[in-house]
């Protein structure tokens, strides 16, 4: 059974930074994209960051310059190095993988304070 453990969520002042990981086990097969969306209450689900078997990465505009997506393959591991945090970062972040079909983590707080 296939299983995301998200960690380093948590409140930190406008301008501070976190690390967010997320290990997935019971994994068979290679992992495709690894990536991480966000939901702040109120608001739809948006899309973060992701980054493919080959390293390529995307973000969203929102976060472009701030944050940094990386992924340990022997490790089953994609993290998401944010910096800059602001305010509007608040949300419950959310890692997923696709190997064959998308599994979802359960989610972590992420609290930006002004």
């Known amino acids: 059974q296939v299983q995301l453990v998200e960690s380093g969520g948590g409140l930190v002042q406008a301008g501070g930074s976190l690390r967010l990981s997320c290990a997935a086990s019971?994994?068979?097969?290679?992992?495709?994209?690894m990536g991480w969306y966000r939901q702040a209450p109120g608001k739809q689900r948006e899309f973060v960051a992701s980054i493919n078997s080959g390293g390529s990465a995307k973000y969203a505009d929102s976060v472009t310059g701030r944050f940094a997506i990386s992924r340990d393959n022997a490790k089953n591991t994609v993290y998401l190095q944010m910096n800059s945090l602001k305010p509007e970062d608040t949300a419950v972040y959310s890692c997923y993988i696709t190997v064959a079909r998308d599994y979802w983590g359960q989610g972590t707080q992420v609290t930006v304070s002004s």
């Open positions: 019971g994994i068979i097969f290679s992992i495709d994209t």
